[in-house]
Antibody
Framework: EVQLVESGGGLVQPGGSLRLSCAASGFTFKSHPMHWVRQAPGKGLEYVSSITSDGGNTYDANSVKGRFTISRDNSNNTLYLQMDNLRPEDMAVYYCARRSSYSGTYYSDYWGQGTLVTVSS | QSVLTQPPSASGTPGQRVTISCSGSSSNIGSNTVNWYQQLPGTAPKLLIY???QRPSGVPDRFSGSKSGTSASLAISGLQPEDEADYYCEARDDSLNAYVFGTGTKVTVL
């Protein structure tokens, strides 16, 4: 059974840092690109960051560029999101999602349960 | 701020057909495929439709997707009470070099 379990969320002051983790199991982690997606309270889904299967390429939304860093450890089946210089507008539930492909196109076929990040003084 | 526009809400009675639109541009829907996700209250999103019209195993065949030009649609035929949820489209945007989600549509079963 595919499982994605996020952890690391919590309360942090503006300007602070947090590192989120996403533990993957039930599939060959190193074969799949991964995404982080967030959802502010009462709002819609927002793409945050993505990483290729080998970790060689990463992409970030403009809203987090230069502040967030996505990475992965394929030997430990874990995805990370290092979040620095956090702002109140970063407050959200953060989901990790597995990307799979069909005919060269990609989609998120499994999602974690999410971890809440609260940015407040 | 999303580049993919969806109606905020849609509704229908059980058994009715409901259609949700997702409007984009040539840099996203016009040149890439569309995925759809269902988010039940208090839960994580779930893949509903991928690559415009493909249904994952386990998704009822009352859900269908289509794409034409710079727009995509999700149709729910034979609406059920358990379909009450938020629905989001997703596509890659070549100009942004990133994936984008639609604004989301809340479906209410009357």
């Amino acid at each position: 059974e595919v499982q994605l379990v996020e952890s690391g969320g919590g309360l942090v002051q503006p300007g602070g840092s947090l590192r989120l983790s996403c533990a993957a199991s039930g599939f060959t982690f190193k074969s799949h690109p991964m995404h982080w997606v967030r959802q502010a309270p009462g709002k819609g889904l927002e793409y945050v960051s993505s990483i290729t299967s080998d970790g060689g390429n990463t992409y970030d939304a403009n809203s987090v560029k230069g502040r967030f860093t996505i990475s992965r450890d394929n030997s430990n089946n874990t995805l990370y999101l290092q979040m620095d210089n956090l702002r109140p507008e970063d407050m959200a539930v953060y989901y990790c999602a597995r990307r799979s492909s069909y005919s060269g196109t990609y989609y998120s076929d499994y999602w974690g349960q999410g971890t809440l990040v609260t940015v407040s003084s | 701020q999303s580049v993919l526009t969806q109606p905020p809400s849609a509704s229908g009675t059980p058994g009715q057909r409901v259609t949700i639109s997702c409007s984009g541009s040539s840099s996203n829907i016009g040149s890439n495929t569309v995925n759809w996700y269902q988010q039940l209250p208090g839960t994580a999103p779930k893949l509903l439709i991928y690559t415009n019209s493909q249904r994952p195993s386990g998704v009822p065949d009352r859900f269908s997707g289509s794409k034409s030009g710079t727009s995509a649609s999700l149709a729910i035929s034979g609406l059920q009470p358990e379909d009450e949820a938020d629905y989001y489209c997703e596509a890659r945007d070549d100009s942004l070099n990133a994936y984008v989600f639609g604004t989301g549509t809340k479906v209410t079963v009357l």
